[in-house]
């Protein structure tokens, strides 16, 4: 069944037609990778789809709900969350902090002022669950701007995991990590439930590959060719606009 659904989709930043007549289909359960050059649309994509920005053309369906053209919450009603580019995290505060934060956020009490956070049994419940299934309970006590760069952005995952979505969009997980963080975020990926439908955007061919069922190029904000991976492994037209020519790295 298809859960995301872009059609016909345009996006100018005035004179500047950055996507044209992008369309899209996600299945649940899928992990799709959206990969293209620098500057080919894919975060402009992931705004537009997430209503982070308006369009100009085109629908997006959620489970056969359009939500384009309606505020961004209307994402998150429909079960969608994302990761950003850079993080989003509070620094000044712990791990488990932030996780109580985003827990909060969903909850239909979370105007409550007059209770701390930390008096929510299920906030907290839902916490120590979170942390634990991937493997930052000890860390649960560092402050954000105390973790490496490779954490932070791990921590930015279970932020997004908070509203346990039914669809999930990152965006470069992997960029400025060391290689080890990269492959704990890549089998952190892998090791998702199907419950949870990913789009990704990724640079990293060897994160690609080892986690894509299908991907997507995007190339000067056009849909260049959607496949299986070994499909756009052997495309020769791929490896010229993506890689000049060069070879295909693979897991
Ligand atoms: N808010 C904006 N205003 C004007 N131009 C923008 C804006 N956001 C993005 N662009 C332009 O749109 C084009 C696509 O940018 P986008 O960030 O979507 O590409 P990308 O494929 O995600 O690139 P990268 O891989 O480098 O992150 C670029 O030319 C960029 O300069």
Redesign the pocket.
Known sequence: MTLLKVEHLSKS??A?N?LKDVSLEVREGERHVVI??????????F?CITGT?PINQGTVTVNNTQISGLPAYTAVGVGMSRTF?KNNLFGSLTVEENLHLAINACKPYRFNFFKPINKFTDVLEETEHLLKEWNLWDRRDRVVNELSYGEQRLLEVLLALASKPKILLLD?PTSGMSPAETIQTTKLIQSMPRSITLLV?E?DMEVVFSIADRITV?HH?EVFLSGAPEEIKGDERVKEIYFGGGTLKHA
């Open positions: 930043f005035k500047l950055v293209g050059p620098n500057g080919a649309g894919k975060t402009t994509l705004n920005l580019q470069e955007i640079h995007l904000g």
